[in-house]
């Protein structure tokens, strides 16, 4: 489905699937969609860049794929593979009679589609998900750069294959490495920062459990001070999620009520050995005094 | 909205106006071609732009290419459509082009232009080439900056100070020719490549007789070196420039950061090809040269700043400093913790640990020492070439 609305019905129904989405970035995400440009997403992890792709594949009622990125991956992981097994067997079997083996095995039947292949054969425009670009290495994000440029596969034994639907791509990456000019030229940029502290108050009541609004106000106003702790490891929107969800189901109506479960609650927020080492118990109850 | 500016009365609509907003931008840092100027249009009409507010929201997707220039953002916006902070336009640019290094200032470029009659014909070599001119261009901008300054104890003549970059050549590449080794070894043990082997199986009725191994390409070894440039570093300055830049020419990515009390990027001004310019660059820098030293303060600005761009695991992090620090140490520990955490090797290169009676008694030092991989001196060059075999090793 094409996207033909205005910026701000895009972020109204972004808002409507449980995603607040801030001005910024329902104003990019609208101009990618109605640019027919990848969109970079930059930002530190957990501030929901991945989930952004998810909902808009819900939003535009079509198809996510999904294409996550690692050091290594290559041509065969990330676009199209043979099926060897399969090939194997039907060269053994068609013995003798194999003049036309060559064509026969390098034919569809054999292909196994890897996302990037997959994306632009679907037959409605689908959401194109490339995650965390900037683990892959340099080689990998020019061979990348070609196929969103043109939007075509060259296989050498089977011929070009050309999208038809371009896909609505969406790259994420978090500062693992410098990416190319090239890259980011092509794409239209969005920074994605931590919520303020009325977005994420939002996020909250759409996505978390159900609190009162003295417990959420105390959660967010936690966590935002939390995050200006110096902390290796800065918690996000979905840590922060995990804590509340975690305080409602311990049943805490107040965060100063007991501070030995509160403490106790800080895996959810923390996730380095040394964070938590520093977070003592007495820093979490000076930060729930002055979230209260 | 009452202070938007109007247009000039050369401009002749909103593409004009519009095109004169990206080279606004473009002057100060933002790498943005007609391209772009397109897209940005195109952009104001998708969006249908008829208020300032929308107009920077849909300007700004297109024009920003990474999160610092999304910061700087808005106050460029300001400046161009409503006359903000014109009259200072020393705020925004901030150190952008000094710091891109691939695109000169218009005043720099030109500069180097009428420098070419002596600068080009060196220039213009290899990569080679390009480290021994290292060499000398390095030494114009010492000169300036050190040797008014204190006396040199060592290293004082050109011919020394071009060992020392040789030196320096020499263990990056033993570093990069250990990384095709490798890949050789790889060749013989990987896994097999069965699209390969189906290939030539066809020729036998499907008998996979050949088999064919799948090499692994290694990506190379990148280096990252920060070097101390304080009062207590002084007489060494010129030596380890000259040792750094050889570094930098030997390995296109490596990169390198100078500090005292702050932390400055040399790495464009280091792998300047025009020696005049190169020897300007780090004359700015220099301001500070031979001052105090907040070896704690700078690495953990580096950590939270670089790091995540310039270091990954097959980077090697050389030090080069004395260890002699005015903060307290437990957050250089904590630093390097963290920065062991992220880099493949930390070598730290101490001028004082070739002294004979030397012991890492410094509070810095013995902090960090955990922390490290190797812990070497470095105070002749002979000590500097004996690296080369402990680099090797790493």
């Known amino acids: 489905m094409r996207w033909t609305g205005t910026w701000t019905a895009l972020r109204d129904r972004l808002d409507a699937a449980g995603y607040v989405a801030s001005d910024t970035l329902a104003m990019a995400l609208h101009l990618a969609l109605s640019l027919g440009r990848p969109l970079l997403l930059e930002g530190a992890a957990g501030v929901g860049k991945t989930e952004l792709a998810k909902v808009l594949a819900g939003l535009l009622d079509t198809r996510l794929i999904r294409l996550q990125c690692y050091e290594g991956l290559d041509a065969s992981a990330a676009i199209y593979e043979w099926n060897y097994q399969r090939q194997l067997l039907a060269i053994r079997a068609g013995e003798g009679a194999d003049a036309d083996a060559e064509e026969r095995i390098f034919s569809e039947k054999y292909l196994l589609t890897r996302p990037l292949l997959e994306a632009i054969r679907q037959p409605e425009p689908p959401v194109l998900l490339i995650d965390e670009i900037d683990r892959a290495d340099e080689a990998f994000e020019a061979y990348l750069l070609e196929v969103l440029s043109d939007f075509q596969i060259t296989i050498p034994e089977l011929g070009t294959v050309a999208a038809t639907a371009r896909p609505h791509v969406i790259l994420t990456a978090n500062g693992a490495r410098d990416l190319s000019d090239a890259l980011r030229r092509r794409c239209l940029y969005a920074y994605v920062d931590y919520p303020d502290r009325r977005t994420e108050l939002a996020i909250l009541a759409r996505r978390g459990p159900a609190l009162s609004s003295a417990l959420a106000g105390q959660i967010v106003g936690f966590v935002q001070d939390l995050r200006r702790e110096d902390l290796e490891k800065v918690p996000g929107v979905a840590e922060m999620l995990d804590f509340a969800a975690a305080l409602a189901g311990l049943g805490v109506n107040d965060l100063t009520d007991d501070p030995a479960t509160l403490h106790a609650t800080m895996v959810t927020l923390l996730k380095t050995e040394a964070d938590q080492a520093q977070v003592t118990r007495e820093v979490v109850e000076r930060l729930a005094g002055r979230a209260a | ?394």
Not at chain 2, 48 to 64: E, K, Y
Not at chain 2, 82 to 88: I, M, T, V
Not at chain 2, 361 to 366: L, Q
Request: with cysteine; net charge positive.
């Open chain 2, 1 to 394: 909205m009452s202070r938007v500016t109007r247009f000039p009365a050369r401009a002749a609509g909103p593409a004009d106006r519009l095109s004169d907003f990206v080279a606004h931008l473009r002057t100060h840092g933002f790498r943005l071609g007609p391209g772009e100027t397109a897209t940005a249009l195109a952009a104001l009409s998708a969006a249908s732009a008829v208020d300032i507010a929308t107009a920077r929201l849909a300007l700004r997707p297109v024009c920003v290419a990474d999160a610092e220039q999304n910061a700087r953002f808005d106050a460029l916006f300001d400046a161009f459509w409503l006359n903000r902070d014109r009259a200072r336009p020393g705020v925004a640019p901030r150190k952008a082009p000094e710091r891109r290094g691939r695109a000169p200032l218009p005043e720099r470029a030109m500069e180097g232009e009428a420098d070419g009659a002596s600068g080009a014909p060196t220039g213009a070599d290899d990569g080679d080439g390009a480290a021994q001119d290292g060499g000398e261009g390095r030494l114009a901008a010492s000169r300036r900056t050190i040797d008014t300054r204190s006396d040199l104890r060592a290293y004082a003549d050109p011919e020394d100070l071009a060992r020392a970059a040789r030196i320096a050549e020499r263990i990056a590449k033993a570093i990069r020719d250990r990384r095709t080794r490798r890949r050789r070894a790889a060749r013989r043990g990987a896994g097999l490549d069965l699209r390969r082997m189906m290939r030539a199986s066809l020729a036998r009725g499907g008998e996979p007789a050949e088999l064919i191994r799948r090499r692994r390409i290694d990506r190379p070894m990148r280096l990252v070196c920060l070097l101390d440039v304080s009062g207590s570093m002084d007489v060494y300055a010129r030596a380890f420039l000259a040792f750094v830049r050889g570094l930098l020419g030997a390995d296109e990515a490596a990169r390198a950061w100078l500090f005292h009390t702050r932390l400055i990027d040399a790495t464009p001004a280091l792998r300047d090809r025009d020696r005049l310019r190169a020897a300007d660059r780090l004359s700015l820098m220099a301001e500070g040269f031979g001052g105090g030293t907040r070896l704690g303060a700078c690495l953990a600005d580096f950590v939270a700043r670089h790091a995540a761009k310039a270091v990954n695991r097959r980077t090697v992090v050389v030090i080069l400093s004395d260890g002699c620090d005015a903060d307290p140490a437990a957050g250089l520990a904590a630093t390097l913790a963290r920065l062991k955490r992220r880099a493949g090797r930390i070598v730290w290169l101490n001028p004082l640990k070739g002294w004979a009676d030397y012991a890492p008694t410094a509070a810095a030092m013995a902090a960090a020492l955990p922390h490290l991989d190797a812990f070497l001196p470095a105070n002749t060059l002979e000590s500097l070439a004996a690296l080369e075999a402990e680099f090797a090793r790493l």
